[in-house]
C-alpha cells in the first residue's frame, strides 16, 4: 500500500491542472481499494456547502453540480466530526441524503474521510461499494494517509485560486449567474463600482534571452537612452497626478531617486561590458534586485520588489523602442491585472478612477499607499479572479470585507450604492480629526509617530497628522547600492530627511541587516538567519559600518537636535553597552573635529524575549524603549507568520503578548523613561485601548492609519480603558480576546472600524 500510495502522490504532483490530478486521485483511490466508486467533495467556503468536483464511479456529468450543505448527509456528517466514518449499509442510516443525479442509492458500503490541512477542513474524500460491507482497518488507514497526503495539495491549489477558480468556472461569460463573488485581501480600505480596464506589463522581462554581444559600445549608448526616456516617462507620470498634493506625488521621487543614481546604471553597464546584449543585463540586474527584496520578511521592504520590476519594464520597453498604447478609461475605472503598479494609477485622467485589483501585491506596495492617498479602495492577492474575461463588464469591488463581485444583480448594486454613501460620510468624518491631537476623552494625551524606509514618504505623512518618524529604516539606503554608502551619502540622507520633519522627533534605527534583509555585497548565508547573526550583532562585529553610520547621524543632526538613535536585535545589556561605547566615540572623534554635535537620546528595541526580563536594567541604562510588536509577537509565540501553515497561530492579542507588553511598560515607566510601539499592532483599532490602558507613550505606524487611530483614541475614556485591560488580561483565550475588543469598539460608536477589520 505503501508504494501504491507513493506512486498516486507522484502522479498527482506531476500532473499539469489541478482538476486532472482529482481526476487522477479518484480513479487511482478506486483501482487501489478494488471499491466501485470513489469522489472527492471539496468546501465551498463563501456558500458554506461541499461541492462534488470529481468521481470516479458516481455519474460524471454530477460533478460541479452536486452542492451537499454543511452538516447534511453523510458527507456533512464526515465533516462535522472530523473523523472517518464507515457504514456498511449506507441507505439505511438516518444521515443519508438520497441524491438521485449522483446515482449512489445503488451503493451500500460507505467509507467517509475528512481532507484536513493546518486543522482546517478542505473536504471529503469518499469510497463506495455495492455490496453490503464495512472497510476493514487496513483501507480505513490507507484512506486516511491518502487524505493526509492531499491536504497539502489542496490547501496549495485554495491558496493559489485554482479552486475558487473550478467552482466558478467560465462565470464572466454565462449572463444568467449573477453575484459571482471571488474573495480577496483589503489593501487599501472602501467599496466602488465601476468599469474594468485589464492592464498589463510594458515589456516582458522573463521573456529575454541570454544574448551576447560584440558591439560593446554601441549597446551602453543604447541602455544609457533607454534609461533617460524611462527618467522623463516618471517626470510626466508625477506632473499627470499634479491635482494631487506634493507629498502624495512625492512617492514617485523614489522611482526617480533609482533611476537618477549611479548605482543601477553603472550595475547594468558593468554587465554590457562583460560582453551581454543590454536587454539581458538590464534582466541580470532587475532580477538581482527583485530576488532581494522578496527574500525579505519585512512586508514593507518587500514590496519594493514591485517597484523594481515596474522600472525595469519602464526602461526594457525604451530598449525595444515599444510604444505604450493607452487604453480608453471609462468615467469609473477599475484597474484589474496581475500586477498593477503606480505607474498604471498615473495613467488614468484625473477624476475616472475609483477602485483598483491586482492579483499580486500587498498593502505596503506603492500602489496600495497611493491608492490610499487618493482615497481609491484597492483589493490583492485575487488569485482566482479570471482577469483576461472582465475587460469592459462591471464589478463591485469591496475592499472592507475584501470581496469582488462579477456581474452585480441589481439588488446587490443598489445595496452597494447605499454602503458608498455611507463610506463616504465616515471618511468625512475621520478627516476633521487630522489635525487635533490624539487624546482622550478625558484629556489623555499620546503620541502618533510613523514608521518609514523612504525619505519621500516624509511629507506624506506630515499631512496624515503625523508627530514624529518612530521607525526610519536605514537599510534601505544600503540596499540600493552596490557598496556600502559612504558618510557623505549617509549625511545628505539623513539630513534631509531631519530637516523635513524638524523640530519633530526622528527615531532612525541603526543597520538592521540579516535575517530577511541581505546586501547583495555583503551576504549572510545561515541555516537560521533569524536566529544567527544579525542586527546589532553585525555592526558590533564591524564598528567600521556602524562607526560611519552614526557619523553620518551626528553630522545630520547639527543645528536640528530631533534625531533620536534607537538599536535593533538588542538581547542583552552588554550588546547595549557595547554599542553606546561606540555612539560615544564617535561623538568624541566629531567633536575633535569642531563639529557642534550633541549627543542624542539613545534607545533599544524589545523584540526578542530576553529582552523582556532584561527590560527593567536597559530602561536603567538607555533614553527610551521601542517595542517591535510584530517580531516580538512571532518570537514570544514561535510562530513564523509568513509560514501558511502556522501563521493563523500568529495573534498580538495573545495573552502572552499583552502581559509581555504590560511588563515592558511598567519597565520603563518604572526607570522614568518613555515608550513606545511599533508594528502592526500598533495599528490595529481593536488593539488600541489596550495600548493606551498600558500606557505607552507613543504609536508608531503606517502614515494612512493615522487618522482612523486617532478616531480611536479621541472616542476613549482612558480610565474605561484600563478597566477594559484589567478584564482582557485574565483571558487566556486569544480568539475571546479578539471577540471582547471587537464588541469594545461597537459600544465606543466605532463599528465601522471593525467592519475594516
Known amino acids: 500500500?505503501?508504494?501504491?500510495?507513493?506512486?498516486?502522490?507522484?502522479?498527482?504532483?506531476?500532473?499539469?491542472?489541478?482538476?486532472?490530478?482529482?481526476?487522477?486521485?479518484?480513479?487511482?483511490?478506486?483501482?487501489?481499494?478494488?471499491?466501485?466508486?470513489?469522489?472527492?467533495?471539496?468546501?465551498?467556503k463563501l456558500h458554506k456547502e461541499y461541492v462534488l468536483l470529481a468521481t470516479d464511479g458516481l455519474n460524471p456529468a454530477a460533478v460541479g453540480k452536486t452542492h451537499i450543505k454543511m452538516g447534511e448527509g453523510l458527507v456533512g456528517l464526515v465533516g462535522l466530526r472530523g473523523e472517518p466514518i464507515n457504514i456498511d449499509n449506507a441507505p439505511a442510516h438516518p444521515n443519508f441524503l438520497a441524491a438521485p443525479e449522483v446515482g449512489e442509492e445503488r451503493y451500500k458500503a460507505f467509507l467517509g474521510v475528512p481532507i484536513i490541512y493546518n486543522r482546517r477542513l478542505l473536504g471529503i474524500l469518499v469510497v463506495q461499494q455495492q455490496k453490503k460491507r464495512r472497510f476493514d482497518e487496513a483501507e480505513e488507514a490507507f484512506l486516511v494517509t491518502m487524505s493526509a497526503q492531499l491536504?497539502?495539495?489542496i490547501a496549495h491549489a485554495e491558496a493559489t485560486g485554482t479552486i475558487s477558480q473550478l467552482l466558478n468556472a467560465s462565470v464572466v461569460q454565462n449572463p444568467t449567474k449573477k453575484d459571482i463573488v471571488f474573495p480577496a485581501l483589503p489593501g487599501a480600505p472602501g467599496i466602488c463600482i465601476g468599469t474594468v480596464v485589464v492592464v498589463y506589463p510594458l515589456a516582458d522581462l522573463d521573456a529575454i534571452p541570454h544574448r551576447k554581444t560584440k558591439n560593446i559600445a554601441a549597446e551602453c549608448k543604447t541602455f544609457s537612452k533607454a534609461l533617460r526616456a524611462a527618467r522623463a516617462?516618471?517626470?510626466?507620470?508625477?506632473?499627470?497626478?499634479?491635482?494631487?498634493?506634493?507629498?502624495?506625488?512625492?512617492?514617485?521621487?523614489?522611482?526617480?531617486?533609482?533611476?537618477?543614481?549611479?548605482?543601477?546604471?553603472?550595475?547594468?553597464?558593468?554587465?554590457?561590458?562583460?560582453?551581454?546584449?543590454?536587454?539581458?543585463?538590464?534582466?541580470?540586474?532587475?532580477?538581482?534586485?527583485?530576488?532581494?527584496?522578496?527574500?525579505?520578511d519585512d512586508d514593507y521592504l518587500r514590496e519594493r520588489a514591485t517597484d523594481m520590476r515596474d522600472l525595469g519594464r519602464r526602461i526594457l520597453m525604451h530598449l525595444q523602442s515599444a510604444e505604450h498604447a493607452h487604453p480608453s478609461y471609462p468615467e469609473n475605472t477599475i484597474l484589474v491585472g496581475e500586477e498593477v503598479t503606480a505607474s498604471n494609477l498615473a495613467e488614468v485622467p484625473k477624476g475616472h478612477l475609483v477602485g483598483v485589483v491586482t492579483k499580486q501585491g500587498s498593502s505596503n506596495s506603492h500602489v496600495a499607499i497611493i491608492a490610499r492617498a487618493m482615497g481609491?479602495?484597492?483589493?490583492?492577492?485575487?488569485?482566482?479572479?479570471?482577469?483576461?474575461?472582465?475587460?469592459?463588464?462591471?464589478?463591485?469591488?469591496?475592499?472592507?470585507?475584501?470581496?469582488?463581485?462579477?456581474?452585480?444583480?441589481?439588488?446587490?448594486?443598489?445595496?452597494?450604492?447605499?454602503?458608498?454613501?455611507?463610506?463616504?460620510?465616515?471618511?468625512?468624518n475621520l478627516e476633521q480629526f487630522r489635525h487635533l491631537p490624539a487624546e482622550t476623552l478625558d484629556g489623555q494625551n499620546i503620541s502618533l509617530?510613523?514608521?518609514?524606509?523612504?525619505?519621500?514618504?516624509?511629507?506624506?505623512?506630515?499631512?496624515?497628522?503625523?508627530?514624529?518618524?518612530?521607525?526610519?529604516?536605514?537599510?534601505?539606503?544600503?540596499?540600493?547600492?552596490d557598496r556600502f554608502p559612504a558618510e557623505e551619502e549617509q549625511y545628505l540622507i539623513y539630513r534631509q530627511l531631519l530637516s523635513a520633519f524638524a523640530p519633530r522627533p526622528v527615531i532612525m534605527r541603526t543597520l538592521d541587516i540579516g535575517g530577511d534583509k541581505n546586501l547583495t555585497y555583503f551576504p549572510v548565508v545561515e541555516d537560521n538567519p533569524f536566529l544567527g547573526w544579525r542586527g546589532i550583532r553585525i555592526t558590533l562585529d564591524h564598528p567600521e559600518i556602524f562607526l560611519v553610520q552614526i557619523r553620518a547621524m551626528l553630522r545630520a543632526n547639527i543645528g536640528l537636535d530631533n534625531l533620536q538613535i534607537m538599536l535593533p536585535m538588542i538581547s542583552s545589556l552588554q550588546e547595549a553597552d557595547d554599542a553606546l561605547r561606540f555612539i560615544q566615540q564617535a561623538f568624541a572623534e566629531l567633536r575633535a573635529e569642531?563639529?557642534?554635535?550633541?549627543?542624542?537620546?539613545?534607545?533599544?528595541?524589545?523584540?526578542?524575549?530576553?529582552?523582556?526580563?532584561?527590560a527593567p536594567a536597559l530602561a536603567h541604562y538607555v533614553d527610551f524603549l521601542s517595542v517591535g510588536s510584530n517580531d516580538l509577537t512571532q518570537y514570544l509565540l514561535a510562530v513564523d507568520r509568513n509560514n501558511a501553515r502556522v501563521a493563523n497561530l500568529y495573534d498580538a492579542l495573545h495573552p502572552a503578548v499583552l502581559h509581555a507588553l504590560v511588563q515592558i511598560v511598567e519597565a520603563a515607566h518604572n526607570a522614568g523613561k518613555r515608550v513606545s510601539i511599533c508594528g502592526e499592532?500598533?495599528?490595529?483599532?481593536?488593539?488600541?485601548?489596550?495600548?493606551?490602558?498600558?500606557?505607552?507613550?507613543?504609536?508608531?505606524?503606517?502614515?494612512?492609519?493615522?487618522?482612523?487611530?486617532?478616531?480611536?483614541?479621541?472616542?476613549?475614556?482612558?480610565?474605561?480603558?484600563?478597566?477594559?485591560?484589567?478584564?482582557?488580561?485574565?483571558?487566556?483565550?486569544?480568539?475571546?480576546?479578539?471577540?471582547?475588543?471587537?464588541?469594545?469598539?461597537?459600544?465606543?460608536?466605532?463599528g465601522e472600524l471593525v467592519r475594516r477589520k
Not at 506512486?7 to 500532473?15: D, H, K, L, M, T
Not at 509617530?449 to 523612504?454: A, K, P, S
Not at 511629507?459 to 544600503?478: K, M, V
Not at 500606557?695 to 480611536?712: E, R, Y
Open 1 to 44: 500500500m505503501l508504494n501504491i500510495l507513493r506512486r498516486i502522490v507522484q502522479e498527482i504532483n506531476a500532473s499539469a491542472h489541478f482538476n486532472d490530478a482529482l481526476q487522477i486521485l479518484v480513479k487511482r483511490v478506486r483501482e487501489a481499494m478494488a471499491t466501485e466508486a470513489t469522489s472527492i467533495f471539496l468546501i465551498d
Open 151 to 153: 491536504g497539502g495539495v
Open 233 to 296: 516617462d516618471i517626470r510626466k507620470l508625477k506632473k499627470r497626478l499634479a491635482h494631487l498634493p506634493e507629498e502624495e506625488r512625492a512617492l514617485f521621487d523614489a522611482y526617480l531617486l533609482i533611476l537618477d543614481s549611479e548605482h543601477l546604471e553603472n550595475e547594468v553597464l558593468t554587465v554590457i561590458q562583460s560582453g551581454l546584449w543590454a536587454p539581458t543585463a538590464l534582466r541580470k540586474v532587475i532580477h538581482q534586485h527583485v530576488q532581494q527584496f522578496l527574500e525579505m
Open 376 to 428: 481609491i479602495p484597492i483589493v490583492i492577492a485575487v488569485e482566482s479572479l479570471p482577469i483576461s474575461e472582465l475587460e469592459g463588464h462591471e464589478i463591485i469591488v469591496d475592499a472592507l470585507e475584501g470581496y469582488i463581485y462579477v456581474a452585480p444583480s441589481a439588488k446587490l448594486r443598489n445595496n452597494y450604492n447605499k454602503l458608498i454613501t455611507q463610506q463616504r460620510a465616515f471618511t468625512a
Open 449 to 481: 509617530w510613523v514608521n518609514t524606509g523612504l525619505t519621500s514618504d516624509a511629507t506624506l505623512a506630515l499631512t496624515a497628522g503625523a508627530e514624529g518618524i518612530g521607525l526610519y529604516r536605514t537599510e534601505i539606503p544600503f540596499m540600493d547600492r
Open 594 to 614: 569642531n563639529l557642534p554635535v550633541t549627543m542624542p537620546p539613545v534607545g533599544v528595541m524589545i523584540e526578542v524575549p530576553s529582552a523582556i526580563y532584561q
Open 681 to 750: 499592532m500598533a495599528s490595529d483599532p481593536i488593539a488600541v485601548p489596550l495600548l493606551l490602558a498600558m500606557g505607552f507613550d507613543a504609536l508608531s505606524m503606517n502614515a494612512t492609519a493615522l487618522p482612523q487611530i486617532k478616531w480611536v483614541i479621541r472616542h476613549c475614556h482612558l480610565q474605561q480603558a484600563k478597566e477594559l485591560l484589567g478584564e482582557v488580561l485574565l483571558m487566556q483565550n486569544t480568539a475571546a480576546i479578539r471577540q471582547r475588543m471587537q464588541q469594545a469598539l461597537v459600544d465606543l460608536g466605532l
